[in-house]
């Protein structure tokens, strides 16, 4: 099993749709929580950090479930922008620092 | 504006041939990262620096040497370039003070090995 999985999509959605993403980790020890976005054929950004109280920005909400093991990223009002990749990140620091990358999950918003 | 720089985006080698790959950061990281992104597979790292000279074996070191001598510049080595080190290499650095705070990445560089 992955330490961090995700489904790899595509989602195609439409203009002004809200769509969702889960990623799910197999560390409960695991500490801190990311999602990142990746444009074709550029380098990972940070969109956000994901808290366990739950946090939102702008159109974006990202929240923790610890009992379940898994972190989910929802976009509301999608715009074309949005299209990219969308890499979840976990944190963990047992027997050493490590920081593990999910596979991805593309989106692509159409008009 | 943070930066992080990458000596090629685009590099194409010879099986056996000796490849360094440079990456530079301007914001006084301590931390540097290699890693290689596969489709499927995500980043996947390779090595990291936490220190100059210092450096630590990440989950796929094999085929792959790194060199840290200024804090600010983190070469990978492929001592000898196989096809199945075709693949985009990122380089990504981030403070050490805190160990959940945000890794910048450089634009990567496609390698192809022929």
């Known amino acids: 099993r992955k330490e961090v999985e995700q489904d790899p999509g595509p989602f195609n959605v439409p203009e002004g749709a809200t769509v969702a993403f889960n990623c799910t980790y197999s560390n409960s020890a695991s500490q801190s929580f990311f999602w990142y976005r990746q444009d074709c054929r550029k380098e990972p950004k940070l969109l956000m950090s994901v808290y366990s109280s739950g946090n939102e920005d702008g159109r974006f909400t990202a929240q923790l479930n610890r009992a379940s093991q898994y972190i989910s990223l929802l976009i509301r009002d999608s715009k074309l922008s949005d299209s990219a990749t969308y890499l979840c990140v976990v944190n963990t620091n047992t027997g050493g620092f490590k920081t593990i990358f999910g596979a991805g999950t593309r989106l692509f918003v159409k008009a | 504006d943070v930066k992080v720089t990458q000596s090629s985006r685009y590099l194409v080698k010879r099986t056996g041939e000796k490849v360094f790959l440079e990456c530079v950061q301007d914001m006084d990281h301590e931390n540097m990262f290699w890693y290689r992104q596969d489709p499927g597979l995500g980043l996947r790292l390779i090595y990291f620096?936490?220190?100059?000279?210092?450096?630590e074996k990440g989950d796929i070191p094999e085929g792959y040497s790194v060199s840290r001598e200024k804090k600010e510049r983190f070469s990978l080595i492929l001592e000898s370039a196989s096809t199945n080190q075709t693949s985009m290499y990122l380089c990504?650095?981030?403070?050490?003070?805190?160990?959940?705070?945000?890794?910048?990445f450089g634009p990567g560089t496609r390698l192809t090995v022929l």
């Open positions: 620096s936490y220190d100059v000279k210092m450096k």
């Open positions: 990504a650095s981030n403070r050490r003070d805190r160990g959940d705070n945000e890794q910048f």
